[in-house]
């Protein structure tokens, strides 16, 4: 149903924002506003503020903010539509009116309302007749009790092949209704028939109740399917629905959070055990559409797999699937069941406390990312090494949220880096390597920065060590930069003596575990007595200017200027390797000698650029681009 903008404006108007958080808040008054704990995350001290005035409502803790129709669909999983009808109900307000075609769509969707509703009734009718015994042995024995059946609605479907028509087709529900409701199937040839034959029947009900499909559990042991699930309707979609959605919501706004099983007799099991906040996917595996409706539930549904192989694959299907959609404060986190245990056979076995345990277990995505692609992979060579960390980001360039993406990389870098390190400890003995550097190793393309070349004037031995001192001022007060870049640090040799024995200690200091973060490794030198260089480079005035290597610079800016020194450093490398060269050639002139000075001449060339050739450079430190 559409809402002109005029009435949605009307309705926020005369309905109270206070009055309608104020059933969900304890709300106190303040001035003009009201403020009380907020309801989208856990906090002891009030930072949830409502303006009555200004008709929303915001958080200074989490961010929330919205009207009153956001309230109710963030705070309380409505629909945008039902969140609407109910306040316009509160407040007296008559809906629009719709158009004659919106008119005939609404009353043939309410008409396959009371076709499901009423199958869903005359099923659980069936389950205590005679005809019933066989299924209501078979829920019993599954450990059901009365309130639990009626609670889920549960039923049976007889195994006449004519019955549920035979029974509802007096009730004035003609064929194409029941067919259309998918009661019946239609076949190319001969009359219409029961879908569901001989199967315990599980009701799937929509966000706001209203059945809409039905699941069923096949009795007899030769079935083709144990477990079928209604067609695509006009009410039903298995991608967009969850099973037990209604009634698990009400339950995850008050525990703060909902858990997803892989059956309907999971869920059943969690509900009399104690976890009311229990869903189940229908059928397939989970969808975008799906994560999205759980996401109005809770921030970090907890996926709960059985602990087996299908319980991996499902739980790396879902994973794909959240990977792109991945926004700032939602999530998925993973419950891993015991190996041969689901929910139903844990719970009921060993009870709520067992259950508690595994969920609180729950590992995060980006935990579950990590195992699902690194257990069992071989890491024994350095091509190994590069394809699995090719692998890893380009999984997670299927992020498009892009803070969430930066996070994800930065995250797995540092685990790539802290598992790379077991397999082999970084050295600083740069014999082999011509100047420190492998001459066939791409260092940077990041360009130059201006005023890394203020040393031109002066001997090159000068700018040489000056470059070297910005290099320790980096890293000692962005350590981080070590995550990716240590070897790159370990093969450079440093002509200024007390620079290179820090570099190498440094090194040395990652090896033995010293967390990278500033604070540690300065506490670190200090105690391995390199306090006195670490002071003068920290506080020299020729290098203050240069601000990304300042700690207050962003990460990613001083990665950029970083990259830049080194390629500076490179590029001594490459102008001493030419200069002997060309005295080479002068006496003995070659081919393959005149080939390779053309190579050093073409690197030296685009080795440097400008500060203006970095996109974006300076404006995560908050710089202002003229």
């Keep these: 149903m559409r809402f002109p903008p005029e009435f949605l404006d009307e309705l926020r108007q005369r309905v109270s924002l206070v009055d309608v958080v104020g059933r969900k808040v304890r709300l106190v008054k303040k001035g003009r506003e009201h403020s009380g704990l907020c309801p989208?995350?856990?906090?002891?001290?009030?930072?949830?503020?409502?303006?009555?005035?200004?008709?929303?409502?915001?958080?200074?803790?989490?961010?929330?903010?919205?009207?009153?129709?956001?309230?109710?669909?963030?705070?309380?999983?409505?629909?945008?539509?039902?969140?609407?009808?109910?306040?316009?109900?509160?407040?007296?307000?008559?809906?629009?009116?719709?158009?004659?075609?919106?008119?005939?769509?609404?009353?043939?969707?309410?008409?396959?309302?009371?076709?499901?509703?009423?199958?869903?009734?005359?099923?659980?009718?069936?389950?205590?007749?005679?005809?019933?015994?066989?299924?209501?042995?078979?829920?019993?024995?599954?450990?059901?009790?009365?309130?639990?059946?009626?609670?889920?609605?549960?039923?049976?479907?007889?195994?006449?092949?004519?019955?549920?028509?035979?029974?509802?087709?007096?009730?004035?529900?003609?064929?194409?209704?029941l067919v259309e409701a998918g009661m019946l199937v239609r076949p190319e040839r001969g009359p219409t028939y029961d879908r569901f034959q001989n199967r315990v029947m599980f009701p799937i009900s929509d966000i706001r109740g209203k059945i809409i499909a039905f699941g069923g559990r096949a009795l007899e042991k030769g079935a083709k399917a144990k477990y079928l699930n209604s067609p695509a309707t006009p009410l039903f979609h298995k991608g967009h629905n969850l099973y037990n959605a209604f009634d698990a919501r009400r339950s995850a706004f008050e525990v703060g959070d909902v858990i997803v099983t892989e059956g309907y007799m999971d869920v059943i099991a969690l509900a009399e055990g104690g976890f009311k906040n229990a869903v189940a996917p229908l059928g397939t595996a989970l969808t975008e559409e799906q994560i999205g409706l759980l996401w109005r539930m809770a921030a970090e549904p907890i996926l709960c797999f059985d602990g087996d192989k299908a319980g991996f694959k499902a739980a790396s299907r879902a994973l794909d699937r959240a990977l792109p959609i991945l926004k700032p404060g939602l999530s998925l986190s993973f419950a891993l069941m015991p190996e041969g245990d689901d929910p139903d056979t844990l719970i009921r076995r060993e009870g709520h406390i067992a259950m508690k345990t595994v969920l609180n277990s729950a590992l995060p995505l980006v935990e579950m990312f990590w195992r699902l692609n690194t257990e069992g992979v071989d890491i024994s060579t350095p091509e190994r090494r590069a394809g699995l960390e090719k692998k890893l980001f380009t999984e997670l360039l299927n992020i498009k949220e892009e803070k969430v993406r930066g996070f994800y990389m930065s995250d797995i870098r540092e685990r790539l880096f802290n598992l790379f390190r077991g397999t082999r400890k970084f050295t600083s003995n740069n014999k082999g390597h011509k100047n420190g550097f492998r001459t066939n190793k791409v260092v940077s393309s990041v360009g130059g920065l201006k005023n890394t070349r203020r040393g031109r004037g002066k001997g090159e031995k000068a700018v040489k060590a000056f470059l070297e001192e910005l290099i320790i001022l980096t890293i000692v007060n962005h350590p981080q930069l070590l995550i990716s870049n240590l070897e790159v640090f370990s093969e450079i040799e440093m002509e200024t003596l007390e620079l290179d024995k820090l570099r190498k200690n440094i090194i040395d200091s990652v090896n033995d575990g010293v967390p990278l973060e500033a604070g540690k490794l300065k506490h670190h030198l200090f105690e391995t007595g390199f306090e006195n260089v670490y002071l003068r480079i920290t506080s020299s005035d020729s290098l203050k200017s240069d601000w990304s290597a300042n700690k207050k610079a962003n990460l990613a800016d001083a990665e950029l200027a970083w990259n830049h020194i080194i390629a500076r450093l490179h590029k001594f490398s490459l102008e001493k390797e030419k200069k002997a060269l060309e005295e080479a050639l002068a006496k003995n002139y070659t081919e393959q000698g005149f080939e390779r000075l053309k190579f050093l001449l073409n690197e030296i060339e685009t080795t440097l650029g400008d500060e203006s050739d970095i996109e974006g450079y300076g404006l995560a430190s908050g710089k202002t681009l003229i």
């Excluded at 129709?69 to 705070?75: A, P, S, W």
């Excluded at 969140?83 to 043939?108: F, N």
Aim: with cysteine.
């Design 40 to 177: 989208f995350h856990s906090e002891k001290t009030p930072s949830f503020t409502v303006s009555e005035e200004k008709g929303f409502y915001h958080c200074f803790g989490c961010g929330a903010h919205g009207d009153v129709i956001r309230f109710l669909t963030e705070g309380e999983g409505f629909h945008f539509s039902e969140a609407v009808e109910r306040l316009a109900s509160d407040a007296g307000i008559t809906l629009p009116e719709v158009t004659p075609e919106e008119k005939e769509v609404y009353k043939r969707r309410a008409t396959l309302y009371d076709v499901t509703e009423a199958a869903a009734h005359w099923y659980m009718s069936q389950l205590n007749s005679i005809g019933g015994k066989e299924a209501k042995e078979y829920i019993l024995e599954r450990g059901l009790n009365a309130e639990t059946i009626e609670n889920f609605k549960i039923g049976y479907a007889p195994s006449g092949r004519t019955s549920l028509k035979d029974a509802l087709s007096p009730r004035k529900y003609s064929e194409d209704m």
